[in-house]
């Protein structure tokens, strides 16, 4: 079995994967850790974050 405690999705702005914590909220901004963009959970199943200005 394999419990999915973390999801993840791929940053709109550098494509670079974002982890997002298994707590997740829609509508959460969450940073991304390679370019710094702050995206909005847009959806968590499947995980999609997208640019929240
Ligand atoms: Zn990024």
């Known amino acids: 079995m394999n419990a ?3 999801n ?4 709109p ?3 670079g994967v974002l982890h997002l914590p298994a707590d ?3 509508g959460e901004i ?3 850790g390679d370019c710094g ?3 909005e ?3 968590l199943t499947p995980a999609g ?3 929240c200005s």
């Open 30 to 32: 969450v940073p991304c």
């Open 13 to 15: 702005e550098c494509e």
């Open 8 to 11: 993840s999705s791929i940053c």
């Open 4 to 6: 999915q405690t973390m």
């Open 24 to 26: 997740l909220m829609e």
């Open 37 to 39: 963009a702050e995206l």
């Open 41 to 43: 959970v847009l959806s």
């Open 49 to 51: 974050a997208g640019p």
